[in-house]
């Protein structure tokens, strides 16, 4: 078992691939949002970053409790995946608009389209405690 993504799994965080972030509802069952995923390192370790509108369900969740997982599935080879089980260690505005666009024109090609007047953006930096990595193709 590792805290860490191993280097040859990298490419899922900085291509094209989306992540799918499991978070739990205050009833305790879970939830899963497809999302676009960044991974940088922290305090000599690394987090993964999320991205997400101000006030959307999955941001209630992380705040009421930190625990998620993440799964991240190679689009040219399926059964290729990272898997991640972590606690959120941070959550902020600070950057989060910069790093969207970022993520967007990774994603899209072009400048995030979809922003709304008064719209927060929040980063939230996942700290791993466990990631399972797979390659069955």
């Known amino acids: 078992m590792t805290t860490r993504i191993p280097d040859d799994y990298l490419d899922?965080?900085?291509?094209?691939?989306?992540?799918?972030l499991a978070t739990v509802m205050a009833?305790?069952?879970p939830q899963v949002?497809?999302?676009w995923v960044a991974v940088e390192e922290r305090d000599g370790g690394q987090?993964?970053?999320?991205n997400?509108?101000?006030g959307r369900l999955k941001n209630r969740n992380m705040?009421?409790?930190?625990?998620?997982?993440?799964?991240?599935?190679?689009?040219?080879?399926?059964?290729?995946?990272?898997?991640?089980?972590g606690v959120v260690e941070s959550v902020s505005t600070d950057g989060a608009e910069e790093q969207l666009e970022g993520l967007s024109q990774r994603y899209l090609g072009t400048?995030?389209?979809?922003y709304r007047p008064g719209e927060v953006r929040e980063l939230f930096r996942i700290r791993p405690d466990r990631v399972v990595v797979a390659d069955f193709g």
């Open 27 to 29: 009833d305790g069952s």
């Open 63 to 85: 705040a009421r409790r930190p625990r998620v997982a993440l799964s991240v599935q190679d689009p040219e080879r399926p059964y290729r995946y990272v898997s991640v089980r």
């Open 111 to 114: 400048a995030y389209p979809w």
């Open 12 to 20: 899922l965080f900085t291509g094209s691939a989306f992540g799918h």
């Open 33 to 35: 949002t497809p999302v």
């Open 47 to 50: 987090v993964v970053l999320v």
């Open 52 to 54: 997400s509108k101000q």
